[in-house]
């Protein structure tokens, strides 16, 4: 039996690193659309717009930090630049008394999200050895992911605590944020520029043509499965309008994001040994039931069990989907391949959440969350169709 190799210290610094962000981030979100609905008057439209600009932002500038790390080979420098920009906007969140301020918070927040995400995929991609990328990937996310419960869970006793003051949440949120930037600073080295360094231009047509079809066929899956997977901001208003108290929405994310943190390592684990496709193929359908559940609920049980499937779906596509990329990709277009998946899925998910949040307010939550469910159908129908990087 061939003795497998270990995972770096860095992948779990770099894990370490994203929980201790993630742990920020979810304070703030967790509470946010509770706060520009509640506290600024504005409307679910809104809160789908702004998700859908915010995140789109940060996908979208994932497409020139990734095209720079392969010209430069410098993914740690970027991935620190995206990290610290993301540290210094947090306190921009409890200052913020207007919409407008917001947006204007959620959109330099974004950007840092978008500097550091495709350069640090990339380096997960380069120091993971291949035979454990999957469980790499799945490690990451996991780490990730229990920042994003453990986040709202400190968020839940704060808003208890301060008697539902948003502002204080907020300062709080700012501490880990510069905790994960100095893990990253102190424990990632940086990558050998000669090794990550692609010599061409990485968008030019001769490097893009050197992608794979593999590549572009993962890319169009899962475009259409960030159209289908609309923000979990959507998930808390559903919960709202059933009776969840406002001090407990943070439970939404909590409960979620255990699941995704519980089960993201051992399915990386797992697509490193079974067929690829039929994990996503769960994922797909997963995402569909979980959807339609959240269409037909009518108690907060039925948003319980909503918020399981979600959960699942999460942890069976999103460290597998980066897996993928990284397989199909050359290593000295890791970081472009990562930004242009990047750059489609937040075309797609700036589409999902606006349309999302228009068809809530024209007509019911219970459509927009049928158009997710029948998107996530739709997909799975068409991957008999589709050869995988890995079957």
Not at 119 to 143: H, I, K, N, W, Y
Not at 337 to 344: Q, V
């Amino acid at each position: 039996m061939t003795r497998r190799s270990p995972l770096p210290a860095a992948i779990w610094a770099l894990g370490f690193t994203s929980l201790f962000m993630d742990i920020s981030s979810e304070m703030i979100h967790a509470l946010l659309p509770l706060y520009i609905i509640g506290t600024l008057g504005a409307g679910v439209f809104a809160v789908g717009l702004i998700e859908g600009i915010a995140e789109a932002t940060a996908l979208i500038v994932k497409l020139f930090s990734g095209v720079i790390s392969d010209i430069t080979g410098k993914r740690k420098t970027l991935a620190l630049i995206g990290y610290g920009l993301a540290a210094l906007t947090k306190p921009l969140f409890p200052l913020a008394h207007s919409l407008e301020l917001i947006v204007a918070a959620r959109f330099i927040d974004r950007i840092g999200k978008g500097i550091r995400g495709a350069p640090r995929d990339a380096l997960v991609a380069d120091l993971a050895p291949p035979e454990r990328r999957g469980e790499a990937f799945g490690l990451r996310q996991s780490l990730d992911t229990i920042g994003a419960f453990i986040g709202p869970l400190i968020a839940v006793g704060l808003m208890l605590i301060s008697q539902n003051n948003f502002g204080f949440v907020f300062w709080i949120a700012c501490v880990p944020a510069f905790i994960s930037v100095a893990i990253l600073f102190a424990f990632v080295p940086e990558r050998d520029a000669k090794e990550a360094t692609h010599k061409k231009f990485p968008l030019a047509v001769s490097s893009l043509n050197l992608m794979p079809n593999a590549f572009w066929i993962i890319l169009s899956i899962s475009a259409v499965l960030s159209f289908a997977r609309i923000s979990e901001a959507f998930l808390i208003l559903r919960a709202s309008d059933l009776g969840l108290p406002v001090a407990f929405a943070p439970f939404i994310l909590i409960a979620m994001n255990v699941i995704f943190a519980v089960l993201a390592w051992p399915l990386g684990h797992m697509a490193d040994r079974f067929s690829r496709r039929l994990l996503l193929a769960l994922g797909i359908a997963t995402l569909a039931a979980a959807s339609f559940c959240f269409a037909e609920a009518t108690s907060l049980y039925a948003v319980a069990f909503g918020i399981v499937l979600w959960g699942i779906h999460l942890a069976l596509t999103q460290g597998l989907l980066a897996t993928l990329i990284a397989d199909a990709a050359p290593v000295s277009l890791r970081g472009t391949a990562f930004g242009l998946f990047n750059l489609a899925n937040g075309i797609a998910m700036l589409f999902g959440n606006a349309i999302t949040g228009w068809i809530w307010d024209i007509k019911s939550a219970e459509s927009a969350f049928l158009l997710s469910a029948l998107m996530a159908g739709a997909l799975l129908f068409t991957l008999p169709w589709a050869k995988s990087a890995r079957g």
